[in-house]
């Protein structure tokens, strides 16, 4: 089972960047599509980005194409999530969380493993 931790998140004004870290313990990351989610106060946890195994291939939900980049380092154990041109509904704990599949679909409960998430905060 791998295991991970999120770092990278904090408070930016609105127009801002951050790069979120995810790094993943365990010998099979390279063979875990990763994802990002997200969860806002009194909202449910939705979707924001995958990649997989390889990191050939990408996905977003549709209000953070053009603004997020997902990538992944399997020499790091690293998937990375850059967020660039920030906006106040930005603002929620960002989640890492690996699917064991080469390619997973945005269904969270295709996630086996969570990381314990990172506060994102834009202000306006």
């Known amino acids: 089972q791998v295991q991970l931790v999120e770092s990278g998140g904090g408070s930016v004004q609105a127009g801002g960047s951050l790069r979120l870290s995810c790094a993943a313990s365990g010998r099979t990351f390279s063979t875990y599509a990763m994802g990002w989610f997200r969860q806002a106060p009194g909202k449910e946890r939705e979707f924001v980005a995958v990649i997989t195994d390889t990191g050939s291939n990408t996905n977003y939900r549709d209000s953070v194409k053009g603004r997020f980049t997902i990538s992944r380092d399997n020499a790091k154990n690293t998937v990375y999530l850059q967020m660039n041109s920030l906006k106040p509904e930005d603002t929620a704990v960002y989640y890492c969380?690996?699917?064991?599949?080469?390619?997973?679909?945005?269904?969270?409960?295709?996630?086996?493993?969570w990381g314990q998430g990172t506060q994102v905060t834009v202000s306006s």
């Open positions: 969380a690996a699917c064991p599949f080469v390619a997973c679909s945005a269904y969270p409960g295709n996630f086996k493993a």
